[in-house]
């Protein structure tokens, strides 16, 4: 059986409960989408597109603001672009309300942390505005598949700091904390860029939108992590797609408040 392309949310997924790994990557049951996906790719989408704006009336004076009145623009921008998608969802007004102005918030506290490095990188450096807006702009959405580890996934930001990248991912969590699935994501984040460059990036992190940016440093454990991971998926999965090889994991993540598990219903975690 040929070895599957996996990513880090496929690995965590498998890692998490190998039913929902079957049902999602071997039967490719359809998955829903919430609030908190779709807002996801919306507050990406919008980061995406920041550094693309027309920099010809910003100046030294006015480019707090200009960046706020930039970033609120492309949210409501894109909040428009996922209509479609917001109303298959069936929140009400309100609750729609709520999510945007949670997205709003959130985006607003890294335009201010973004201000922030604007005006150090100017100050340090002694560079116009422009200049420093280029220096703290990263390659995005970037892609990187390895033949070799039969491994994929999209990087948000990789910054070029003193010659040395730095990679960060966007996340719209409520937790401020590197829990392990995190963790994982940014060690093969970490082993794709290696494989690709031949040098590691100095550090990887998550920039939580409500929070602020927490960066790990890389080192050999971390890619090793990643290559045990990676090993252990294609040994499973490269030799059986039996749904009684991939058992159920009953756990909180199964049902939860107002949420449950794509697959829940299907699945039937409880029944024997
Ligand atoms: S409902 Fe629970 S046990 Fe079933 S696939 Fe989802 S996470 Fe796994």
């Keep these: 059986m040929a070895k599957r392309v996996e990513s880090p949310s496929s690995i965590n997924t498998f890692k998490q409960c190998k039913r929902k790994y079957y049902y999602q990557y071997v039967e490719k049951l359809p998955t829903f989408p919430s609030i908190h996906t779709v807002r996801g790719n919306i507050a990406h989408s919008a980061l995406e597109d920041f ?137 093969i984040y970490s082993l794709l860029y290696f494989e690709k460059h031949g040098t590691m990036p100095s550090k990887v992190g998550i920039f939580f939108l409500r929070h602020k940016l927490k960066f790990m440093d890389v080192d050999e454990e971390l890619l090793n992590l990643a290559r045990t991971e990676i090993e252990l998926i294609h040994a499973h999965t490269s030799i059986t797609e039996k749904i009684h090889d991939y058992p159920k994991s009953p756990s909180p993540l199964c049902k939860w408040g107002n949420g449950q598990c794509d697959f829940y219903d299907v699945c039937k975690p409880h029944e024997k």
């Design 51 to 187: 550094y693309d704006i027309d920099l010809s009336q910003v100046n030294e004076q006015n480019y707090s603001n200009k960046f706020k009145v930039a970033i609120q623009k492309l949210l409501m921008h894109h909040w428009q672009q996922y209509q479609p998608k917001l109303k298959s969802l069936d929140l009400n007004k309100d609750q729609e309300s709520f999510y945007f102005e949670e997205t709003m918030m959130m985006l607003m506290n890294w335009t201010n942390q973004f201000v922030d490095s604007v005006a150090k990188t100017m100050q340090e450096k002694n560079i116009p505005i422009q200049e420093a807006f280029l220096q703290l702009s990263p390659i995005r959405e970037q892609e990187y598949t390895s033949d070799n580890y039969s491994v994929r996934g999209f990087i948000d930001a990789i910054h070029q700091v003193d010659d040395q990248a730095q990679i960060i991912d966007y996340k719209t969590n409520s937790r401020f904390d590197m829990k392990d699935s995190i963790k994982l994501q940014l060690a």
